[in-house]
Structures are given as structure tokens and as C-alpha cells.
């Protein structure tokens, strides 16, 4: 939790990002990922000063818990003084024991979103999916909580001025504004209105549009097919094609068998393998996205 400190900024933790949506395809499904469809709505999680503290706290995770389909789990609630956001006890339920940091008491607005990334740790717990290492396991929770409805809340909470600054979570608030766009770009909807940096989603939008415009998929642009063509000639002319430092797509021969390609899904990040032969329609079989490409 950045409370008064720097914030950082950018897209450092991209990498891990992308490999956790591609894990939560793998490990949820493609029809239970869909049936994230709606996003928390701001209302079932709205908390003003003038509710009660603790019963307040129990009503949002409730919601929460409701959200991710969680209906065996009970959340109890409790503040202390600490270093972090918060901390929940993953044990073997159904009751799972939540600390918040004494700092929300008077920041009760922002309670919602300590509780999207706690209880999303019960979530994935129970799914037993984890990445290695604190780090990359925070950053997968941050991002399923955000990929599966809730991390609006998270990126809500993000405030920064010349005087001031707070940020929940492990990821940039770009990188929270990469995942929300790719979730909008799936289900289609509009998130900007929830919550109060724009500029954070603008920015994650954009490298989430960029995605889809990376070669060999027709929505590349003049650049990025140039220089794949010169990368297929290389890959044609020599017997160790490999793949090429910057570029997402990488060549590759089956023995003696003809050249092909493979590069990331858009939407999900699986790699996807396709044969070098022109226009190709290609499918994922993980997400089912349906990609037109130019190889």
C-alpha cells in the first residue's frame, strides 16, 4: 500500500500480468470465465461514513464473496494497525479471517477494494491456483480480481496529487488499467465511469488495443508488417528460424515440414501456432477467440 509514498508507474509487471490471465483461462475455463460477465455494480459495495464500521465491512465482503460464487465462504472482519492493506488467514474455511489496516476507519470508501483483492486469495486458494514467489502470486491476484469484476475497486482507490498519494494492490495503476480494458474489450463494457483516474485506464487501454494489432494479425500496422516480412524471409533463408528480440511471434520448422508461426492470443495469451501460407483464420482453443491472420 503506497500511502503518501511514490507510486510507481508504468507497465514493469506485464509479463506476469499477461501469464495470469492466460493461467485463470486454464484453470476457470473459458465458459466460467464468461460467467464473470457483469462486473460488481458500485452500489452493492458503496460505504459511506455514516455506516456502521464492522457491520458495513461484513456486507461488502459478502457481496464480494457472492461475487466470485464463494457461498460457503464467511468472512470475519477486523482492524488493526499494520504495515499492509490487509491480510486474510487462508485456512481450510468457511470461515476465513480478514485484517484490515486501522487507516480505514476513516477511509471507509476504499474498504471495497482491500476486500476485492482478500477475498479474490480465498478465491484462488480454493482453486488451489498460485504463481511462485510473493510477488508474482500478488500480481496474479491483482489481476484476477480485476479480469473477474472487482478490481475497478482497485484501481479506485488510486489517488495521486502534488500533496498526496494512495495505491492498493501490486500492480501499476496502468498495469490495473491494461487489465480492465482487456475485460471491457471482452464483455464490452464501459468501466471508466466507476472509478476516478481515467488517465490510468486511457493509458491500459491503449496497450491493450496494442495487443491486437501485433503481426501476423491483419489489424497490424504498416510498421509491425514490414518487419515481420523481413523476418519471414530470414526465417525462410536460414534452417534455424527462431524468434526475433522484440518481436511476440516466433518461427519454427517441424523437422523438414513447412515454416509456421506462433504468437500470443490477444485476448487470452496463449500462443497460438498457425502455418506460413498467407490469409489464415485461426482459432483459440483456450478462450475461443477467432483471429484473422496475414502470415
Known amino acids: 500500500m503506497a500511502n503518501g509514498g511514490p507510486v510507481e508507474h508504468g507497465f514493469p509487471h506485464l509479463d506476469t500480468v499477461r501469464a495470469a490471465i492466460t493461467a485463470l483461462y486454464k484453470r476457470l475455463s473459458y465458459d466460467t ?20 464500521l464492522h457491520l458495513g465491512a461484513q456486507r461488502v465482503a459478502h457481496e464480494l464473496v457472492r461475487h466470485y460464487g464463494l457461498p460457503d465462504a464467511r468472512m470475519i472482519i ?11 488467514e487462508l485456512a481450510a474455511g468457511p470461515e476465513y479471517f ?12 476504499d474498504i471495497g477494494a482491500a476486500l476485492a483483492h482478500e477475498v479474490m486469495h480465498v478465491f484462488l486458494h480454493r482453486l488451489d491456483l498460485a504463481f511462485h514467489g510473493t510477488r508474482d502470486n500478488e500480481i496474479l491476484t491483482d489481476t484476477a480480481a480485476a479480469y473477474l469484476g472487482a478490481g475497478w475497486l482497485l484501481l479506485d482507490a488510486y489517488r495521486e496529487d502534488a500533496a498526496s498519494s494512495q495505491k492498493l ?5 496502468e498495469e490495473f488499467g491494461y487489465v480492465l480494458a482487456k475485460r471491457a474489450l471482452l464483455f464490452g463494457e464501459d468501466p471508466a465511469i466507476w472509478f476516478t483516474s481515467p488517465q490510468a485506464y486511457t493509458k491500459g487501454l491503449t496497450q491493450a488495443r496494442r495487443d491486437e494489432q501485433q503481426p501476423p494479425l ?12 523481413k523476418d519471414r524471409r530470414y526465417a525462410q533463408d536460414h534452417c534455424d528460424p527462431g524468434a526475433h528480440p522484440g518481436a511476440p511471434y516466433s518461427f519454427s520448422t517441424a523437422g523438414r515440414g513447412p515454416l509456421s508461426v506462433s504468437f500470443p492470443c490477444p485476448t487470452c495469451h496463449q500462443r497460438i501456432r498457425v502455418p506460413v501460407q498467407g490469409r489464415v483464420r485461426a482459432r ?12
Open 169 to 173: 494492490g501490486y500492480l501499476t495503476p
Open 33 to 52: 470465465v464468461r460467467s464473470f460477465a457483469a462486473s460488481v455494480p458500485p452500489a452493492d459495495v458503496a460505504f459511506s461514513d455514516q455506516d456502521d
Open 78 to 88: 477486523s482492524f488493526r494497525e499494520m504495515t499492509h492493506a490487509a491480510n486474510v
Open 284 to 295: 483459440c482453443g483456450l478462450c475461443r477467440t477467432v483471429l484473422e491472420c496475414d502470415t
Open 98 to 109: 480478514i485484517e484490515l489496516n486501522d487507516r480505514f476507519r476513516t477511509h471507509r470508501r
Open 218 to 229: 491483419t489489424a497490424a500496422g504498416w510498421a509491425g508488417r514490414r518487419r515481420y516480412a
